[in-house]
T-cell receptor, first 115, second 113 residues
Framework: EPEVTQTPSHQVTQMGQEVILRCVPISNHLYFYWYRQILGQKVEFLVSFYNNEISEKSEIFDDQFSVERPDGSNFTLKIRSTKLEDSAMYFC?????????????FGSGTRLTVV | AQSVTQLGSHVSVSEGALVLLRCNYS??????LFWYVQYPNQGLQLLLKYTSAATLVKGINGFEAEFKKSETSFHLTKPSAHMSDAAEYFC???????????FGTGTRLQVFP
């Protein structure tokens, strides 16, 4: 079963530092996403990415955040100048078709702790 | 706007009992609906999906869900609970003409021996 791989699984960073969360989507998938889940809360959409550009972003995804597909396999989320409230589980996902007609596959997540 | 509502943040059942987790959706167009499971400290695993084909959808681990348009529901069921089913379950809807999922608040399932 193809998987979405996320690294690292845990990241602790000091407030104000920059972090990069990494994801390797499923190889034949064309749509990529980041979601986050603050402890005890629902999973929230951050951003979708298709054809090397952002296709949609939520109000959470402000100038502090950026995404990139630096090569043919990786998909990264950069958080500049982290804040305490950025502490959350961040999930990467990918899908083959639009609107997840064949389903969205999620990675195991990166738990980010900002101290 | 599309949304999902999960009734009951916690559900407890005995091992071997029926599992019923409720999800109601709001959508002005035929939705794509999903159930995901999250085991402790793990990611989101797709249980099953409804994408306008058969209204009774069978998923992994013996779970199934029935799409009922008249009731705007997509409840998740399993005839006989196992201890290993203890997890958090999320219902989600794919927002029309976008690429994002809207998740419900989740239901934590506890299974007692």
């Amino acid at each position: 079963e193809p998987e979405v791989t996320q690294t690292p699984s845990h990241q602790v960073t000091q407030m104000g530092q920059e972090v990069i969360l990494r994801c390797v989507p499923i190889s034949n998938h064309l749509y990529f996403y980041w979601y986050r889940q603050i402890l005890g809360q629902k999973v929230e959409f951050l951003v979708s990415f298709y054809n090397n550009e952002i296709s949609e972003k939520s109000e959470i995804f402000d100038d502090q955040f950026s995404v990139e597909r630096p090569d043919g396999s990786n998909f990264t989320l950069k958080i500049r100048s982290t804040k305490l409230e950025d502490s959350a589980m961040y999930f990467c996902a990918s899908s083959e078709r639009r609107q997840g007609a064949n389903g969205y596959t999620f990675g195991s997540g990166t738990r980010l702790t900002v101290v | 706007a599309q949304s999902v509502t999960q009734l009951g943040s916690h559900v407890s059942v005995s091992e071997g009992a029926l599992v019923l987790l409720r999800c109601n959706y709001s959508s002005s167009v035929p939705p794509y609906l999903f159930w995901y499971v999250q085991y402790p400290n793990q990611g989101l695993q797709l249980l099953l999906k409804y994408t306008s084909a058969a209204t009774l959808v069978k998923g992994i681990n013996g779970f199934e869900a029935e799409f009922k348009k008249s009731e705007t529901s997509f409840h998740l069921t399993k005839p006989s609970a196992h201890m290993s089913d203890a997890a958090e379950y999320f219902c989600a809807v794919s927002v029309y003409n976008t690429d994002k999922l809207i998740f419900g608040t989740g239901t934590r399932l506890q299974v007692f021996p």
